[in-house]
């Protein structure tokens, strides 16, 4: 295989680390001089990486093109290139539509969208696909799991949870200003979060995912984790965050039925 990747963001950046990790059986990588930070450091990774300056010589040598463009630069920027006949196109893009992409790739013909996270550099991430294809399919599981969309409108929904990360990420930190602000040591304030956190994610595991069953486990009664649930549920937090949850969701379904 002949692997194109239009964009070299974090993400097009993880998913190549992660595919070289994988030992994945990968000819050449043909990717995008933007960002020269990112396509510098792939370079230096494998000797499959070829960094090219030109969009339409990384669709010229590649079977598979990944798009991994800005929304507000993918349309023009795909008007512009030429894609070929049995070319699998791949895109990144959370308001491409498939029927869009089609037009854009003419003549290629077979597009998948697909939302990897950051985590595939360490093969952990649960990617989405849509439509199935078995290559992709296989080629995403090489760098963690794969969930694949039912529709389109299942896809818009998946993708919602990927705008979580930075919110988590924040979330933790919000934990971790309030450790620093009491005077804990920025070093300490770091180990304790990271164990924590990942012990979270084996507790979770442990009891099957069964969130219902973990949510009620981990609280005594009268205890500190009911109050916060309590508290938190009272300023109507998870309420707040469904509502922008549904917000996300009608944004990506909006641009996709265009």
């Known amino acids: 295989m002949k692997l194109g990747f239009i964009g070299t963001g974090t993400i097009t950046t993880a998913v190549i ?42 669709i010229d040598r590649s079977s598979i093109v990944f798009i991994s463009l800005l929304p507000k630069q993918v349309k023009q920027e795909l008007q512009k290139l030429q894609f070929k006949k049995g070319q699998i196109i791949v895109s990144f893009v959370s308001t491409l539509n498939i029927k869009s992409a089609k037009k854009l ?17 360490d093969g952990l ?28 409108n299942q896809n818009n929904h998946f993708w919602v949870m990927s705008s979580f ?13 309030y450790l620093l602000k009491n005077k804990v040591k920025n070093e300490d ?21 069964d969130l219902d069953k973990s949510t009620k486990s981990l609280q005594t009664k009268g205890g500190i984790n009911e109050e916060l649930l309590k508290r938190l549920t ?7 965050l469904q509502n922008n949850l549904n917000k996300i969701y009608l944004r990506l379904k909006k641009a996709n039925d265009k």
Not at 105 to 121: D, F, G, Q, R
Not at 165 to 177: G, P, R
């Open 17 to 58: 680390e992660g595919l070289i990790k994988s030992k994945a059986k990968v000819q050449q990588f043909n990717i995008s001089q933007r960002s020269k930070k990112n396509s510098s450091y792939l370079k230096r990774k494998s000797g499959k990486v070829t960094v090219y300056s030109k969009n339409q010589e990384i």
């Open 105 to 121: 790739c003419t003549p290629a013909t077979t597009i998948i969208k697909a939302a990897p996270l950051p985590m595939a550099v």
């Open 125 to 152: 991430s649960p990617t989405i696909i849509y439509p199935n294809h078995k290559l992709i399919k296989g080629l995403f599981e090489k760098i963690g799991t794969v969930v694949v969309a039912q529709n389109e």
């Open 165 to 177: 990360m930075a919110t988590y990420a924040s979330i933790v930190q919000t934990l971790k200003k």
């Open 189 to 209: 304030a770091n180990k304790y979060l990271n164990t924590f956190l990942t012990g979270m994610l084996f507790e979770l595991n442990h009891k099957k995912f």
């Open 234 to 240: 009272k300023d109507k937090f998870f309420t707040k």
